[in-house]
């Protein structure tokens, strides 16, 4: 059995998307999943699964929750391996986050960038908001944290893909917690 962390866009950010932990645990059980686990309630599941390639359980428990929940969630797919990379990856300088109102961001991405994509997120950046790109993940660096970031995530989904962000925080507590 592999370990799995998925990463749900769209969970808990309305009225319409309520979705409690216990329910999700019971959605990806009944699709095949094992050993779900939740954490925090922002659409963030550990699972098991076995047998079957990351993209296509992937498009599977896209699948499944769509029509469970009765309307589209993207998920982004992370291996334990692939998250305890990303929780352990510095990204910015330990000074410059130090130094940071902000909280340090990781947004998850389909796959890796090509070439012109990157430089085009990365073009986006300014003092005020760091961005580092590694594989399939935007690590974001907001100085005066979200709310006050002038940042265009619009432009970053035009450049990148869709995305789903999480602190780094929550990363590393997935990865303390489970994995």
């Known amino acids: 059995m592999a370990r799995f962390v998925a990463f749900l866009r769209g969970i808990n950010l309305g009225p319409n998307r309520r979705v ?6 019971e959605t990806f059980a009944a699709l095949g999943c094992d050993s779900v686990a939740t954490f925090r309630a922002s659409g963030n599941v550990i699972f098991e699964a076995d047998g079957e390639k990351a993209t296509d359980l ?3 428990l896209e699948r499944g929750l769509g029509e469970a929940l009765g ?9 334990d391996a692939e998250l305890r990379e990303v929780a352990a990856r510095e990204a910015f300088e330990a000074a410059t986050v130090a130094a940071a ?3 340090p961001q990781v947004a998850f ?3 890796a960038p090509a070439a012109a994509a990157l430089r085009d997120a990365l073009a986006l950046a300014t003092d005020e908001d760091l961005l580092a790109i590694h594989g399939r993940e935007l690590h974001w660096l907001p100085d005066s944290g979200i709310a006050g970031s002038e940042l ?4 970053v989904e035009a450049a990148l893909g869709p995305t789903t962000v999480r602190t780094e925080g929550t990363v ?3 990865v303390a917690k489970f994995l």
Request: aromatic letters at 6%.
């Open 71 to 79: 309307y589209e969630v993207p998920v982004f797919l992370r291996s």
């Open 20 to 25: 409690k932990g216990e329910e999700l645990r």
């Open 172 to 174: 590393e507590g997935i």
């Open 152 to 155: 265009d995530m619009g432009a």
């Open 109 to 111: 991405l389909r796959r």
């Open 58 to 60: 992937q498009m599977r």
């Open 101 to 103: 109102k902000g909280k």
